[in-house]
């Protein structure tokens, strides 16, 4: 395979993002080097996702597009991997003639030797078998981006929640813990490579350790809170029926830990919260958001919210606006709901019509643009912790009728803003910032989806301190 070229698309969430940098690290082991151009590919691997229809929808129509290249190129090897894979295996090869293999979402560890056989024999092969437990990572993947300062940690697969409406559970299997050992030696091993940013990633990251009698949770994050040389720590998704307030108790002690939260709450209604099998009330839920902001009182808080589900009533959409309203989120993710194959919802009855679930998602997105407005206007004056992830553009400025350079840079504060800032007089080849490094910013303007500012120059600009505190100016 030496010097073959790989192109992956990645589709879907953050564990697709992890899975498609385990993916590129074991093509890497066999000889295989990244290609950021699908035109000039040896091996285009698709890693789907089938969370939501449309997602599915865009994995295939990019298959289709690799069926004209393969006619072109008739020695391109295509792969499907991810969730959609592991949904509808032999199907895919069936329909898709031009695919050489299809592997689920636990058969990553599989795929040199899937490689080595097709290139042998010449064969097509359909892998969706579901190992009982994690394949740890023999190295550490080194496919990512030199300069990335961030990165993510899967700390567990699966789920054991079986949510009505989600396929999760079924290609993605049970849930499956990694031990606290591993992942400790893992972000270690990114820390001492650059890193200082991690994401850690589960379905349920609440739940880690519980089932295999592991530590957990804010135990992990205490460890991996205390490994040096990382600045920040975030993780992602909390189911809130497992919220522990050892979990809430952990963002006012631990100072690595980020100050922001994504807890899906899916609906204000009981009722739909009851047959979407979330296990919690929005009574419950509300007291969950006050104790957070008890703990911690400027963390910033996301959610998932799904418009539609079966048997929604006017009603209920209506609890969900006034939930919306009531917690003010720092910013949604708004889904129409779709029926998806093996999910008990889709026999529910009661079905939303398309065009009712789309005036739906445009009311909560109406709603949410204003509160985050709202929330950002609120941060003008206020100076914050930004780590420095990149330069976003370099800007010649025109300074007195003489041309100076300024560079934009970009990161993020500790509730996941996105802050971009003007560093002015300075040479292209030292800007006294480097990307990783912890700065002090003032927020000078606000957009619905970002803050710009200016560095905090002098002693108190550049700063090691890990939160986000915001400072009257
Ligand atoms: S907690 Fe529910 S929504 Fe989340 S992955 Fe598990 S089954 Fe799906």
């Known amino acids: 395979m030496k010097n073959k070229k790989f192109y992956i698309n990645t589709i879907g969430c953050q564990m697709n993002v992890y899975d498609s940098e385990q993916i590129a690290e074991r093509l890497q082991r066999i000889g295989f080097v990244m290609e950021n151009r699908v035109e000039d590919a040896d091996l285009v691997i698709v890693n789907t996702c089938s969370i939501r229809e449309k997602a599915e929808q865009k994995a295939f129509s990019f298959l289709g597009r690799l069926a004209k290249m393969k006619r072109e190129k008739p020695r391109l090897m295509v792969g499907v991997c991810g969730c959609v894979a592991q949904q509808e295996g032999q199907k895919i090869v069936e329909r898709m003639p031009y695919v050489d293999f299809v592997l689920g979402t636990q058969a990553i560890e599989r795929l040199p030797a899937a490689i080595e056989r097709i290139e042998r024999q010449r064969c097509r092969i359909v892998d969706v078998n579901m190992a009982q437990e994690i394949q740890e990572t023999a190295d550490i ?25 989600c396929v999760v559970p079924y290609v993605r299997g049970r849930e499956t813990s ?39 949770f804010p135990t992990l ?14 993780f992602t998704t909390s189911h809130p029926k497992d919220l522990s307030d050892g979990l809430i108790a952990a963002f006012r002690s631990m100072e690595k830990l980020c100050h922001h939260i994504h807890l899906p709450v899916q609906s204000g209604s009981n009722d739909v919260l009851a047959r979407m099998n979330r296990r919690y009330t929005r009574e419950k839920y509300l007291e969950m958001v006050a104790n957070l902001r008890e703990a911690c009182p400027e963390i910033a808080i996301t959610s998932d919210i799904i418009v539609g589900f079966p048997g929604e009533t006017s009603e209920d959409f209506e609890q969900t606006k006034a939930l919306i309203r009531q917690v003010e989120f720092d910013s949604l993710f708004a889904f129409i709901y779709s029926d998806r194959p093996n999910a008990p919802s889709g026999r529910f009855k009661g079905k939303v019509t398309e065009k009712e679930k789309k005036q739906r998602l445009q009311d ?32 010649v400025a025109e300074n007195q009728g003489r041309a100076i350079d300024a560079v934009q840079w970009t990161g993020r504060t500790s509730g ?10 300075v040479s292209h080849v030292d800007t006294g910032i480097q990307v990783g490094e912890m700065v002090r910013v003032r927020i000078e303007k606000t957009f619905p989806h970002s803050l710009r500012g200016s560095l905090i120059t002098g002693d108190s600009g550049h700063s090691l301190a890990k939160g986000d505190e915001s400072y009257a100016a």
């Open 221 to 234: 994050l205490k460890r991996i809170n205390d490994v040096e040389g990382l600045l920040r720590l975030r």
């Open 141 to 165: 993947p080194t496919c990512g981006n030199p300069h990335e300062i961030s990165r993510f940690v899967t700390i567990m697969r699966g789920c054991d929640n079986y949510c009505t409406y």
């Open 416 to 425: 996941n803003k996105i802050v971009n800032f003007i560093q002015n007089h």
């Open 178 to 216: 990694r031990e606290p050992e591993n992942i400790i030696s893992e972000i270690k091993s990114l820390v001492a490579n650059g890193v200082r940013e991690i994401t850690l990633l589960g379905q349920n990251v609440n739940s880690y350790g519980q089932k295999q009698g592991l530590c957990d």
């Open 364 to 395: 909560v997105f109406d709603l949410q643009t204003g509160i985050t407005q709202k929330i950002h206007a609120s941060m003008k004056g206020t100076i914050k912790e930004v780590l420095v992830e990149g330069t976003s553009k370099k800007q």
